[in-house]
């Protein structure tokens, strides 16, 4: 359910990791998935698609939480986007379908260089002035990396590992799928879900500040 009231810093995310890295910066925003069509248009590049779901993901929620109620109190609202996907030679790989499409995108990332791009939208929206647009910042960083070789009985292996599924390329970094990564060259934490140094710099710019433990 989606209810602004005293809330300062809305994710618009259902990933867990994104949470994660942005607690991780002293953030603790309140999680508010939503539903958008992540399909590639035509012709879209992967730096214009992950930017444009980032930005329709974070507007999305704005329009939901404000339908939904009339925020009695507090300054604004932050809501923050984000879309991950993979670029290979200009291939956009989104998350496997189903297990063949999860091998298959393993094979073809095996023994050569991709890049992994993350679209990061933050809105800023004043309770005082609902129904004025938002304030509005928007990037793309890319991170390059090269895997190793990977036979079928690694990928098969991984596959059942239950681990790629619903990570981009299908394979995630942070787990069982660092055996494939021999290079990076980047922010590591873009590969994850966020590039925190760049998220820093926008949500601060956006009036927050995070809370380190005592
Ligand atoms: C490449 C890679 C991707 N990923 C993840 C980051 C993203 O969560 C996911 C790509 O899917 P996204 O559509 O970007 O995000 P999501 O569906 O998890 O969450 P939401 O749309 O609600 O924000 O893949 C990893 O966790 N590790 C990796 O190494």
């Known amino acids: 359910m989606i209810a602004f009231h005293d809330t300062q810093f809305i994710l618009a995310s259902a990933s867990p990791r994104r949470q994660q ?22 012709g879209e ?11 329709q993901k974070a507007e999305r929620c704005l329009q939901l939480g404000f339908q939904k109620d009339k925020p009695a109190s507090g300054n604004g609202v932050v809501v923050l986007g ?7 030679d200009g291939e956009i790989l989104g998350k496997p379908q189903c297990k063949s499409d999860g091998l298959s ?5 095996a023994d050569r260089e ?4 993350t679209g990061v939208c933050v809105l800023r929206a004043d309770f005082k ?15 390059q990396l090269r895997f190793g070789p990977v036979s079928k009985a690694q990928a098969n292996a991984y ?10 390329g299908g394979y995630a970094i942070q787990g069982l799928g660092a055996q494939f990564v021999a290079y990076l060259s980047g922010s590591y934490s873009n590969v994850v879900g966020l590039p925190l140094y760049e998220t820093n710099h ?3 710019q956006a009036g927050l500040s995070a809370n380190y433990p005592a």
């Open 21 to 42: 890295l942005l607690r991780q910066l002293g953030f603790d925003p309140v999680c508010m998935p939503v539903d958008i069509d992540e399909q590639a248009f035509e």
């Open 202 to 204: 926008l949500l601060t």
């Open 105 to 109: 995108m393993l094979q073809r990332l």
């Open 159 to 168: 596959w059942q590992s239950g681990e790629p599924v619903d990570k981009a």
């Open 129 to 143: 002035s609902v129904g004025s647009a938002p304030e509005k910042n928007q990037i793309c960083i890319a991170t």
């Open 114 to 117: 991709h890049s992994v791009l």
């Open 45 to 55: 590049t992967p730096a214009a698609l992950v930017t444009r779901l980032a930005c």
């Open 82 to 88: 984000a879309d991950t996907v993979i670029d290979l």
